[in-house]
């Protein structure tokens, strides 16, 4: 078996899983599973440019509302089909993150993340302004009715779960595939030595642009699925709060592996979960853990894993 | 016929010339040797040859073309490789995996494979695939980054360098391989060891505060009073 296919055996093996979990978690758990596959499908996305490009963004909440607000404003100005409203949604993420990138990727450095930090910011201002669409910070209910999709009521759960796990799964495998091409590769050569893979002959700013895009649909895809999923959209998944998730999530998990999102974000998730039913300064017991994590596993969960007794791990 | 040719080529640093106003022709199928004393301007003068730094004047044509406005990854597609001074390895990747960087630029697939193996084998490197390229030793390094140019097959190899830090045997194992590499691969070569100056290369061009001293064979240059006064230190 060659690397490429036991790697692959492994991370099917880690969908699988969450498939037959479905059948045996209670249902407080089956919600929360649902909604942490569609924040790890954003994580994935902040992954591909932070973790293997090697490019802070502090801004990926804009493509994560860029996406939800292409979804829920198609269903509600324009009464699209949910199909449709996703493809919206996605649309609307691959422009946005087009345009962004090549703005965005003029600056390096500490200058890219405040540039990307301030392009989100006016994102967030953006969807206040026009409050007569998007009703501002309130945000707006998708409907029930809005929410079936092929004859498929996502607002139910066993169905919605399904749906987190195809995005999930998507999102998982394509990136898996990407990082095992010469796409991927060239992507992980940048992050390590830019100027010696310009040197190479790469076209440095066109590989870095098409990582903003990949992760800016991601993410807009993660966002889009969460409204229709939830049947909320709101002004709060614009704010920088939400830039700043994913890069917690990733670090957490293991930035620059395939796996880190999901083990980042289960594991934040049921932190502040379980913390917060032993008291009510929840944040402290949070913080505590967070801080010994980066301490003793400075490359994340996955990332220590990798390093310790996996080292073939993408 | 000229691969490369410089005109006017110029590089100013706030007040500093580094290079000024050089005009080079480095004919196809030629080692030819670059000397000079620390600080001559060789580096900047051939970062302005592959793109990494930007010409204050001047033009710089490779195989009849004006390449002054391309970027430098346009100019190593045309059949440019260069390595770097400092080296300049991918440290955290495997040895296989910075050659396969390079010879992806060319090829796909299986090819890949075979084309990494062969350059390793030129720097006798082949043993060390699978080793982390910030964990060789620094000699190691050095002959990584001349089998990352060579993978590439390029028209021109600039190396810039190549023998600094390696071991003996290693500086005369390299000269056997740049000898071999033409006239197929034309060769530029930044060297401060005599030794390999003298014996690889054809011709040897000097340059001294930021302009061309003298051009000859490396007899020539070795006798030139100008030379042995600004270098060699022999006269």
Known sequence: MTDTTR??????????????????????????????????????????????????SLGHALFFAAGMYGMGLAIKIYEAS???????????????????????????????????????QVGYLTVLYFGEYTRGD????????????????????????????????????????MVQRPFGKTLIAIRENEDRTRMLGYDVFGHKLAAVVV??????????????????????????????????WVLLGGTGTILGPLVGTLFMFYLIDLSSAVTSAYMLIAGVVLVALTLFAPQGIVGELRKRFWKGLP | MSLLSTRGLSKNFAGLQAVQNVDFDLPEGQIRALIGPNGAGKT??????????????GRVSFDGKDISHLPAHKRINLGMAYT????????????????ALAARRRLVGPEVTAHVQEALQKVDLQDRLDQRAGDLSYGHQRLLEIAMGLVQNPRLLILDEPTQGLADSEIEAFKDLIRGLVPQTTILLIEHNMSVVMQTADMVSVLNFGQILAEGTPAEIHANADVQAAYLGTG
């Not at chain 1, 899983?17 to 954003?42: C, D, E, K, T, W």
């Not at chain 1, 009521?153 to 898996?176: I, K, M």
């Open chain 1, 7 to 56: 790697m692959l055996v492994l991370h099917v093996a880690v969908l699988a899983a969450l498939f037959a979990l479905q059948f045996v978690l209670p249902a407080y758990h089956h919600g929360n599973l649902a909604r942490i596959m569609v924040l790890a499908s954003y994580a994935i996305g902040f992954n591909v440019l932070f973790g293997y490009t090697g490019l802070l």
């Open chain 1, 82 to 120: 949910p199909a449709t409203a996703l493809i919206a949604g996605i649309v609307t993420g691959i422009i946005i993150s087009l345009v962004i990138g090549a703005l965005a990727l003029r600056a390096v450095g500490i200058a890219f993340m405040i540039v990307t930090l301030m392009f989100a």
């Open chain 1, 138 to 177: 309130e945000g707006f209910v998708i409907q029930q009715a809005d929410r079936i999709l092929w004859g498929i009521d996502l607002s139910e759960p066993t169905n919605r779960y399904f749906a987190a796990l195809t995005l999930f799964s998507v999102c998982l495998l394509v990136t898996l595939r």
């Open chain 1, 215 to 248: 992760s800016g649909t991601i993410s807009a895809a993660a966002g889009a699925f969460y409204g229709l999923l939830f049947g909320y959209v709101g002004a709060t998944f614009a704010t920088v709060q939400y830039s700043i998730f994913p890069l917690l």
């Open chain 2, 44 to 57: 900047t003068f051939v970062g302005m040859l592959c793109g990494r730094t930007t010409p204050s004047v």
């Open chain 2, 84 to 99: 770097f001074q400092i080296t300049s390895v991918f440290a955290n990747l495997s040895v296989e995996e910075n050659v």
